[in-house]
C-alpha cells in the first residue's frame, strides 16, 4: 500500500491535476480492474491523477497502487468527528487508514441530498487536514444563483466558510473544486470559458485574502468535462486541473483524457 509521504511527493506542486470521482458506480472488483487498465497509462511527470472510489473499494484500491504509483486515491467523503456514535458514517481518521490521502468535501449532490451545509463541510476540513488529508472542497451555484448573477459572490462565500477553520498555511495546501450545479450529471450542461472564469477568479481572490502564500493547493473545474472540452478548460487561466464524472468512469475514458489534456498543456513527454 502507498504511504502519505510517497504519494505526496508527487503531488507537491503538479502543473496539471486531473481526477475523478467514480460516485455511486463500482464493485471492488470493478474498482481493481479500473485501476489494473489505469496503470498501464504513460502519465506525464506534472501531471498529477487521482481517483476517488466507494469507501467499500478504498483499501482493495489503495493495495493495488504501487507505492510510486502517479496515482493519488482519495475518498468521497467522510464524518467530521473522530469516533463515536454516528451510524453508517465513516471518520476522517478510517479513509486514511484505508489507503485515502485526498478526501472529497461538499460535492453538490451530497448537499442538495444529504444535508450537508456550510458549516459541516467547514468541520470536515477541518477534521480531513487534522487527519493529514488533502480536502478537496467542491463549490457552485445553482442555476436560478447563475441566472440572477450571483455566482461569484455565492461561490467566493462557499469557498471562503469551507476554510473557516484552517490557519493561513492550511489554506494553502488545501484544493477547492469549481463545480457549477447546472453543468454536472447527465442534466447538466457544459459551462463556456466565460461562465467559468469570472467565478473562478473570485475563489483566487478568496485565496489570496486567506492563504499563506495568496494562493491554494490548486483550482479545479468540474461539470460535464469530456474529451471535447478538456483542452480548453485545463488551459484556462485560473484552471490547475479537472475534476471528472462520467467521461472518466471507465478506464479507456480516463486514459483519453490524460492523453488529451497532456497534449493541450504541451507537458514533457508528451
Ligand atoms: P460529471 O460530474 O463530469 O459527470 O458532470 C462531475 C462531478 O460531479 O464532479
Given amino acids: ?59 482493495a484500491v489503495a493495495n493495488a497502487l504501487p507505492q510510486d504509483s502517479p496515482v493519488l486515491l482519495g475518498a468521497q467523503d467522510a464524518h467530521w468527528a473522530r469516533d463515536g456514535a454516528a451510524t453508517g458514517e465513516v471518520s476522517m481518521r478510517m479513509v486514511r487508514d484505508a489507503g485515502a490521502s485526498i478526501v472529497e468535501l461538499g460535492h453538490s449532490e451530497r448537499r442538495a441530498a444529504f444535508g450537508e451545509t456550510d458549516e ?36 467566493a462565500s462557499q469557498v471562503a466558510a469551507a476554510l473557516s477553520g484552517l490557519n493561513p498555511t492550511e489554506v494553502a495546501r488545501a484544493m477547492v473544486a469549481y463545480e457549477p450545479v447546472w453543468a454536472i450529471g447527465e442534466h447538466g450542461r457544459a459551462a ?30 468540474g461539470g460535464s468535462v469530456d474529451a471535447d472540452n478538456i483542452s480548453e478548460l485545463v488551459t484556462a487561466d485560473g484552471v490547475d486541473g479537472v475534476f471528472v464524472g462520467r467521461a472518466a468512469w471507465d478506464a479507456a475514458g480516463m486514459r483519453r483524457l490524460i492523453e488529451i489534456a497532456a497534449q493541450a ?4 513527454g508528451t
Fill in 192 to 221: 463556456t470559458l466565460p461562465e467559468v472564469t469570472p467565478v473562478l477568479d473570485s475563489i483566487h481572490e478568496v485565496a489570496s485574502a486567506l492563504s499563506s502564500t495568496g494562493r491554494l493547493r490548486a483550482v479545479l473545474y
Fill in 1 to 59: 500500500m502507498q504511504t502519505f509521504s510517497s504519494q505526496r511527493s508527487r503531488a507537491d506542486e503538479p502543473a496539471l491535476w486531473l481526477g475523478t470521482s467514480w460516485k455511486m458506480t463500482k464493485t471492488i472488483g470493478e474498482a481493481l480492474a479500473y485501476v489494473e487498465q489505469l496503470l498501464t497509462v504513460d502519465i506525464p511527470s506534472g501531471m498529477q491523477v487521482f481517483v476517488l472510489p466507494a469507501h467499500t473499494a478504498l483499501f
Fill in 265 to 268: 498543456r504541451r507537458l514533457p
Fill in 120 to 155: 459541516r463541510i467547514a468541520w470536515k476540513v477541518r477534521a480531513a487536514v487534522d487527519s493529514g488529508l488533502l480536502p478537496l472542497v467542491c463549490v457552485g451555484e445553482s442555476h436560478e444563483i447563475r441566472v440572477a448573477g450571483g455566482a461569484r459572490d455565492f461561490v
